[in-house]
């Protein structure tokens, strides 16, 4: 059983303690409260893991707060980084009228 | 708790006992590579020229700043560009001398008089050695933990960092305010997407505006370039370690300042008024953001480093203080065994499960004091300074 933190009640990532391989079983506890599921893909030592589906256009939640919005839909279990995630902050790429790339 | 600590002519203690030289020039850096016990702020030697008003005026708060600060004893103001003649108002040598002197302080002014460069530097190194020797006269004496300043960088940010690194920060910075010192925290871009969070910790409404409004400020000359923020900050070794974007970074980086209120939002390199936790309008760069908390009082400085994208060790021979001694602090296990010997404090046993948040920031909170009292930090123990370099906003002509 590989170890993760969730921060806060509200979020829907887990920050992965150790290096998780794909097909893992992952203890995600926050204080006394554990939630077991499975890795779908490797997530590594302090990369996050969706606790649930999110949908694209879905906030991602950590410390309790947004940390940006999914740019394609994430399974439970996947890996949440800068591919399926994007700012929400400082976006001057759109601010200029341009799309997200 | 008390440190033992140098005590000053206007109340306050210091952590070391340097001789300061200032401006930054060749006359500087030589006097200082000759003499013992001195320190100067490595910049370009002409840092002012072709500056705006604004900007010369924040120069001229670092180098005043950094003569107030507890830890100098004595200050030698030397020629630097343009000086000997024609000088910007805000950074002249006299203005400099007599805004140190109001410390109470032992103020030198080198005399530049007859002969060349070298003669002026030989004049300075003799001045600078008596001033030396008269300084190393002051014995360290027990003074209460409240005349501490503290200011704190988290930098190669990592997921460690907000979960472990920063907490353990937060915890000592809670424990110093209660003691009645004094903590700041600053970096204007890693605020970004937490702002709330501070502003609603913000001592009352006018301080609350003025972090939301570094925050918008911030963020809009951010979008005013065109880009994306996130391929400019986190920075790549951020995102290489499993930071995603800035909002994530900028709400486990707020963990450092710990729960008090924060009492004032503080431009760069200025002094607080008062004690307790403030927020400094700063850019976040190792070799910039020291210099300014030292500038504004800080007798101790703190790099919380994650440093989960980093390949090797070289990062822990920044110095980056000039006058206030470093302390390299990291919570995660691979920096710990990366930097050895370098790291002056490993918080990671919180990760591992062996030590609570309250366990490792006491540790943290005596080691502070270990070296406020004359311990080395392990950068101390080299003599490189690095290049600094003050945070100016204003374009250049």
Same mark, same amino acid.
Do not use: C, I
């Given at each position: 059983m590989k170890k993760a933190l969730v921060m806060?009640?509200? =979020?829907?990532v887990a920050t992965a303690l150790e290096d998780i391989a794909s097909g893992e079983q992952v203890e995600a506890r926050l204080g006394n409260k554990v939630e077991t599921l499975e890795a779908r893909e490797d997530i590594p030592f302090g990369f996050k893991i969706a606790l649930t589906d999110i949908s694209k256009g879905e906030s991602l939640v950590k410390y309790g707060e947004a940390i940006g919005k999914a740019s394609q839909p994430i399974k439970k279990g996947f890996l949440v980084h800068i591919h399926n995630v994007e700012g929400a902050r400082g976006r001057g790429d759109i601010a200029k009228g341009g799309r997200i790339p | 708790m008390t440190f033992l600590g140098y005590e000053r002519p206007d109340g306050s203690y210091g952590a070391r006992n340097y001789v300061l030289v200032i401006p930054s020039s060749i006359i500087a850096d030589e006097i200082c590579h000759f003499v013992a016990g001195t320190r100067t702020i490595v910049t370009?030697?002409? &840092?002012?020229?072709?500056?705006s008003k604004s900007d010369r005026e924040t120069i001229a708060r670092v180098y005043v700043g950094l003569g107030l600060n507890?830890?100098? &004893?004595s200050v030698l103001l030397t020629p630097g560009g343009g000086a000997g003649g024609a000088q910007y108002p805000e950074t002249a040598i006299e203005k400099l001398a007599s805004e140190i002197e109001r410390s109470g302080k032992r103020v030198e002014v080198l005399d530049i008089g007859k002969g060349d460069t070298m003669e002026i530097i030989g004049r300075g190194v003799k001045l600078a050695r008596e001033m030396v020797h008269e300084a190393s006269k002051l014995r360290r004496k027990p003074c209460p933990e409240n005349h501490l300043c503290v200011g704190v960088k988290c930098g190669n940010s990592d997921p460690t960092s907000g979960i472990a690194g920063n907490p353990v920060v937060g915890y000592v910075y809670d424990k110093l305010v209660e003691a009645g010192g004094t903590a700041l925290f600053g970096e204007n871009t890693e605020i970004i997407g937490a702002e709330h969070i501070l502003a609603r910790r913000a001592v009352n409404n006018t301080v609350a505006q003025e972090i939301l409004k570094v925050a918008l400020e911030t963020e809009e000359r951010a979008k005013s370039i065109g880009q994306d923020v996130r391929t400019i900050n986190p920075v790549p070794a951020n995102i290489r370690a499993g930071i995603t974007t800035l909002e994530e970074k900028s709400l486990g980086a707020i963990?450092? &300042?710990?729960t008090k209120s924060i009492q004032g939002v503080l431009d760069y390199a200025e002094r607080p008024e008062g004690r307790g936790l403030y927020f400094m309008d700063n850019w976040a760069w190792t070799f910039s953001i020291f210099i300014g908390y030292a500038a504004a009082g800080a007798q101790i400085v703190l790099?919380? /480093?994650?440093?989960?994208? /980093?390949?090797? =060790? &070289?990062?822990?021979?920044?110095?980056?203080?000039t006058v206030a001694p470093l302390i390299w602090c990291s919570a995660n296990p691979r920096t710990q065994v990366l930097g050895g010997w370098n790291l002056?404090?490993?918080?990671g046993t919180v990760i591992e499960g062996k030590e609570t948040v309250e366990e490792v920031g006491e540790r943290l909170y005596a080691t502070i004091l270990d070296v406020a009292s004359g311990t080395m930090t392990r950068t101390e123990t080299l003599n490189h300074i690095d290049p600094n370099e003050v945070y100016t906003r204003d374009p250049v002509f």
């Open positions: 806060s009640p509200m =979020d829907n | 370009p030697m002409d &840092a002012t020229s072709g500056r507890p830890n100098v &004893a963990y450092k &300042a710990g790099y919380q /480093l994650g440093g989960g994208g /980093l390949e090797e =060790d &070289a990062v822990f021979y920044q110095t980056g203080s002056d404090f490993y918080s």
